[in-house]
């Protein structure tokens, strides 16, 4: 019988607390994608909301309450012990320091106790290969479009561990590009899907805004202009109407704004994915983050990919964003792969700012 690995896998970057169990064949080049027993999520959002974004410190403390009984809640879905779990993967980075420290600790705090290897994931990574644990898993090699809430960026990928950067933004990244102009709208955060749901009654083709780096003859992003340009719109408006604020203007007008934000921001991502598959020759798009979960995105994407013969993988729609499972994923891939080894020696360190290409 193949001997199986049980990958506890810990998310804490941010302000989601994820905790997930991933079971996998512990044959290295074994090519059978890991199978996801259980996982638990708690978003801080709602802690956060107050604030209009994080704030690192209470995510860090509400990390510390959650990551134990999300660890329990887990171990009994997936009807498995404590001293069942061969090895603790946690994320490394990037991310918040403090916060990237609580799942680190209590990962090696678990592996010196259990006497079992940790492994230290790089968040990205796990994003970029969360779609493997989807119904209709990607085969390598493709290109990846990463768009997160911190990072937005084209990879070339060639396996587990093999990633070429072929362009990102080169300031905000998509979701911050969401999240910042739904700030503007009055929306509260993160503001991304908000804007989402409101673009969806809105006219795409309402504003002019600008396609900031379409033309730039290269795979770079910037979304830094465009939440500018949402601004002046949006005063514009508040102006020629006489309103008190943004949310004071008749819904249709707010809503056509949010369309023509999402509409400027998605055609920027499609047709640079674009530019990269004809780029690299590749015939397969792997979109990642949570970015990857806008609707619209997926449209868009589909129908360019359709017509040139692409196939598309998207995460499952909940594991788009920030979870436990692409953690305990991404470990079970690189073991696997033979690209890392769990360690013993439980000196964690974390990686705040960590690029993937480096990895
Ligand atoms: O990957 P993620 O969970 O966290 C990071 O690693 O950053 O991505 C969060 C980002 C936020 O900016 C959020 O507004 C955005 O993903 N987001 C969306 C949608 N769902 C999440 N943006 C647009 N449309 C959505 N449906
Ligand atoms: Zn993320």
């Known amino acids: 019988m193949v001997k199986k690995l049980l990958i506890l896998g810990i998310e804490s970057s941010c302000d989601e607390t994820g905790v997930a169990l991933v079971q996998c064949e512990a044959a290295s080049g074994s090519e059978q994608v890991p199978a996801l027993l259980a996982h638990a999520l708690y978003s801080q959002i709602a ?11 209470l995510a860090s403390r509400d990390h510390i309450r959650r990551v134990l009984p999300l660890t329990q809640e887990v171990l009994a879905n997936a009807d498995c ?16 320091a403090g916060a990237l420290l609580v799942g680190a600790g209590v990962a090696c705090a678990l592996g010196a106790a259990l006497g079992k290897p940790v492994l230290g994931v790089h968040h990205l990574e796990g994003h970029l290969l969360s779609p493997f644990l989807s119904a209709d898993p990607p085969q390598f090699p493709f290109v990846a479009l990463l768009v997160s809430g911190g990072h937005t960026q084209l990879m070339r990928v060639d396996g587990v561990g093999r990633y070429v950067l072929l362009g990102e933004s080169i300031d905000d990244a998509a979701g911050e590009a969401f999240d ?10 993160p503001g991304g899907p908000l804007l989402a749901r409101m673009a969806q009654e809105g006219n795409p083709k309402a504003y002019a805004l600008p396609r900031p780096l379409l ?4 795979l770079d992003f ?3 202009g465009l939440k500018t340009a949402v601004l ?3 005063q514009k408006m508040v102006a020629a109407a006489g309103a008190s604020n943004f949310e004071a ?3 249709v007008q707010q809503c056509d704004l949010a369309a023509s934000t999402q509409a400027a921001i998605v055609e920027v991502l499609v047709r640079k994915s674009m530019t990269a598959l004809k780029e690299t020759g590749l015939t397969r798009l792997v979109v990642a983050g949570g970015v990857g979960a806008n609707r619209q995105l997926r449209l868009q994407l589909n129908e360019a990919c359709a017509k040139r013969n692409i196939r598309v993988h998207y995460p499952e729609l909940h594991l788009c964003t920030d979870n436990g499972a692409m953690i305990a994923l991404a470990a079970a891939m690189r073991l696997q792969s033979g690209c890392q080894q769990g360690v013993e020696n ?5 990686k705040p700012r960590w690029p993937l290409q480096t990895l």
């Open 47 to 57: 802690m956060h909301q107050a604030f209009g974004g994080v704030v690192p410190e």
């Open 81 to 96: 012990r404590l001293a069942d779990i061969d090895v603790v993967a946690y994320t490394r980075g990037p991310g918040l």
């Open 180 to 189: 910042k102009s739904a700030k503007l709208m009055g929306l509260a955060y």
């Open 215 to 218: 033309h730039s003859g290269n």
């Open 222 to 224: 910037s979304f830094a």
């Open 232 to 234: 002046v719109q949006s």
């Open 249 to 251: 203007l008749p819904r």
């Open 346 to 350: 439980y000196a964690f360190d974390v």
